[in-house]
């Protein structure tokens, strides 16, 4: 068991770029959740899938986010044209069915 | 009103005490309730989680969960100052997991 692996730890870019993040989960886990937390708040929900299918994304989610999970295994995020508010560490956890999750170590997004 | 609310703290223990952190939900069909420690500028780490109504202890710590009060907390015993961290808890209603805003705790030696 070799954990969440997320990748890159530290992003930063200038307002307007487009970034990606991605994320292995734990091999034997089909859930895959990523969150984003700022200072002095738990972490938000974004997205969620099932294998490869993307089965839930938060209504608070602008049309500038896009997650996959092409093979059910890892996922990407991709945020385009990035703002001063994206600025966050973006975390991904990923479980069985029903069962607690387990966090990646983040990656920390700051926009300049 | 939001789905997993705490208080924020800094909730302040000496070293040995009993620290309390406590939890309410609103969705009365949230199924599990997790508790977990982040340490600054770390990832949430899993401590306890509980299905059902009643206490679960697992070493220092004890998680208890009150449906029909729709109440979680976390005890931790023998408190250490290496429990000195952001404490959250998470709520599995449906598929989503909530978490509150964490509660911050300080162990004093």
């Known amino acids: 068991d070799t954990g969440v692996s997320q990748d890159p730890r530290h992003k930063i870019t200038k307002r307007g770029q487009n970034v990606t993040f991605r994320c292995d989960p734990i091999?034997?886990?089909?859930?895959l959740y990523w969150y984003r937390q700022t200072l002095g708040q738990g972490p938000e929900f974004l997205t969620y899938?099932?294998?490869?299918?993307?089965?839930?994304k938060s209504r608070l989610l602008s049309d500038r986010f896009s997650a996959e999970r092409p093979k059910g295994s890892f996922s990407t995020l991709e945020i385009q044209r990035t703002e001063q508010g994206d600025s966050a560490m973006y975390l991904c956890?990923?479980?069985?069915?029903?069962?607690?999750?387990?966090f990646g170590d983040g990656t920390r997004l700051s926009i300049l | 009103q939001k789905e997993v609310e705490q208080n924020s703290g800094p909730l302040s223990v000496p070293e040995g005490a009993i620290a309390s952190l406590n939890c309410t939900y609103s969705?009365?069909?949230?199924?599990?309730f997790f508790w977990y420690r982040q340490y600054s500028g770390k990832s949430p780490e899993l401590i306890m989680f509980?299905?059902?109504?009643g206490d679960k202890e697992d070493g220092r710590f004890t998680a208890q969960l009150n449906k029909a009060s729709q109440y979680v907390s976390l005890l931790i015993r023998d408190s250490q100052p290496s429990d000195s961290a952001t404490y959250l808890c998470?709520?599995?209603?449906?598929?989503?997991?909530?978490f509150g805003t964490g509660t911050s705790l300080t162990v004093i030696p």
């Open positions: 956890a990923s479980s069985r069915q029903n069962q607690p999750q387990h």
């Open positions: 091999s034997e886990h089909n859930r």
């Open positions: 899938f099932q294998n490869e299918a993307q089965l839930e």
């Open positions: 969705d009365r069909g949230s199924q599990s």
């Open positions: 509980i299905y059902s109504n």
């Open positions: 998470a709520v599995l209603t449906g598929n989503q997991f909530y």
